[in-house]
């Protein structure tokens, strides 16, 4: 049986305080609350940095395989389509399953211990990567990693949502999301370096050992804000999971918003798989270089990228919730002519300035995507609708795009040789332009009708 919240039983002071109600209110959870439109909760802004120390540490284990894959892909006598499922398509299987599982532990239980024991998992398997003495070791090590980091966005997004009000929410998802611009900077930097004096397993160890430290501080000093009040009674510890799932596949903007974003995933993620090992292949670059020139270009993109995208965002949504969703829907759309000029470049200088250009314009899409995600959904299912956009963005944009893309490469490799895996990618970018109608139908959605 449901519990439900006495709201005049409820102190207020407490909830603000982020104290737990006493006992005897009847309360499963911490208590639900109201937050103000502009309002953000005591201690928001150092729940924020963690949380965004955290995604550093999160891209940073899962892009260090991406950065690797050429000497891992040599030592084990690897085709494109087993380095495609070891980056892709298992890691983000294993991701999704466990995403939707830990996303429901995070809308019932602490977030704060569920995001200190995921963190030190995935850092233990990214040890064990580095020990990995087969490519089946090392499938399974990474399958580890994502059950782990599977834990990591939903209740980050969560966490969020109730320290942050709606108006604020666009800004504080765009300085979170740029801790995985950073964690992919200094994998590809720092990483791209400890690899060339130690080699790719060593790199691998020494990348578990911030995880661990993090994950002590999180325990110890992260706070657990109450959550927002659901817009129904209902306790939040209650909701079933089939009753959830109902409520996001009749909520019309939600399914369009995940849809358009399961395929952009693949311009602003899952075509990182490949550009190394593009680099490598057809411009004759080392992991070194790959490095210094193409983990500051995207960085740097990414950084801009989100920047612009949160501060229009921001503007956007105060003419209309709505609004926003254009600008995803034509930044996605300008994505794959810039993905085309890079892929076809005569030279490596103009191949780095086109990425730098595409994952500049490919990440604008990102704050206002997660903030419209969170908006259009019940506050007691955040977390579950977070994991369910993860779920396709990260089977379809990480998994299945990028495997296609190895597996033409492997059947363009008689043909075109090195050039192949060009042939590939310049194909599956062409789905980009898909994902821009689906976020036009998703601003649809969201237009309320006269």
Known sequence: MATLIDTESVDVGQCRAGLRPSSNNNVATAALTPLETTEVRKGAYVALAFLSLINVVNYFDRMLLVLLSQPIKEEFALSDTQLSMLSGLSFVAIYSVAGVV????????????????????????????????????LLFARAGVAMGEAGCIPTAYSLISDYF?????????????????????????????????????????LAAVPG???????????????????????AVSER??????????????????????????????????????????THGVSVGQVGLLFGPAIALGM?????????????????????????????????????????WAPDRQLAIVAVF??????????????????????????????????????????????LAAGILSDQFAA????????????????????????????RAAMTPRP
């Open 102 to 137: 830990l996303a429901r532990l995070a809308d019932r239980k602490s977030r704060r211990v569920l995001l200190a024991v995921v963190l030190a998992g995935w850092s233990a398997l990214t040890l064990v990567c580095g020990i990995s003495q087969s490519y089946v070791q």
């Open 303 to 343: 950084t801009l990228g989100l920047a612009v995208g949160g501060w229009a965002g921001a503007r956007l949504t105060r003419i209309s919730p709505a609004k926003p969703v254009l600008l995803c829907a034509c930044s996605t759309a300008a994505l794959a002519p810039l993905y085309w000029l890079a892929l």
């Open 357 to 402: 250009a595409a994952t500049l314009v490919s990440v604008i899409a990102v704050p206002t995507w997660i903030a419209s995600m969170q908006s259009v959904c019940d506050s007691a299912i955040r977390a579950t609708a977070a994991a369910w956009g993860l779920v396709l963005s990260s089977l379809v944009g990480q998994g299945l795009l990028p």
């Open 165 to 205: 009000g709606q108006a604020r929410r666009v800004a504080a998802m765009a300085v979170f999301s740029a801790g995985s611009t950073l964690g992919i900077f200094l994998c590809f930097v720092i990483g791209s370096q400890v690899h060339d004096a130690f080699g790719w397993r060593p790199t691998f160890m």
């Open 240 to 281: 079933s999971f089939s009753a959830a799932l109902r409520e996001l596949l009749q909520n019309r903007a939600y399914l369009w918003l995940i849809g358009a974003q399961s395929i952009a995933a693949f311009g602003s993620v899952g075509i990182l798989q490949w550009l190394p090992s593009f680099l490598m292949r």
């Open 212 to 234: 661990f430290i993090l994950a002590i501080a999180v325990a110890l000093l992260l706070r657990e804000p109450p959550r927002e009040q659901t817009s129904r009674v209902e």
């Open 415 to 442: 043909h075109y040789e090195s050039a192949s895996l060009r042939m590939a990618l310049t194909i599956t970018v062409a789905s980009l332009i898909v994902g821009a109608f689906m976020f036009d139908r998703a």
